[in-house]
Nanobody
């Protein structure tokens, strides 16, 4: 079965950087897109970045533009999220997500489009 496993989270000081990874297993196809979401304590989950596989284009939430970079390595079946200039408000559990094989991520952060989710990785910024 399909599994998405995130890693790379941790506790960092404001201004620091982290690189999150999401390794996919159990899936031999190619999703048209994948995304990163996050959920801060006491808040709803929100989308932060989407990678569109076909055109290798990206989409970001306004709150993270210029600081977050999403990328994908197909050979390693891995989705990445490079997070720079971390702020305390970036503290959250970060999740990667993928849609069904024939679903395009438009709008990018519509959670109902996503069929597969990882368990999340904690990022804490102080």
């Amino acid at each position: 079965h399909v599994q998405l496993v995130e890693s790379g989270g941790g506790s960092v000081q404001a201004g620091g950087s982290l690189r999150l990874s999401c390794v996919v297993s159990g899936y031999t196809g190619r999703w048209p897109c994948m995304s990163w979401f996050r959920q801060a304590p006491g808040k709803e989950r929100e989308g932060v970045a989407t990678f569109y596989t076909g055109g290798r284009s990206t989409y970001y939430a306004d709150s993270v533009k210029g600081r977050f970079t999403i990328s994908q390595d197909n050979a390693k079946s891995t989705l990445y999220l490079q997070i720079d200039s971390l702020r305390p408000e970036d503290t959250a559990v970060y999740f990667c997500a993928a849609p069904t094989s024939d679903t395009y991520c438009v709008p990018a952060f519509e959670e109902a489009l996503y069929a597969y989710w990882g368990q999340g990785t904690q990022v804490t910024v102080s």
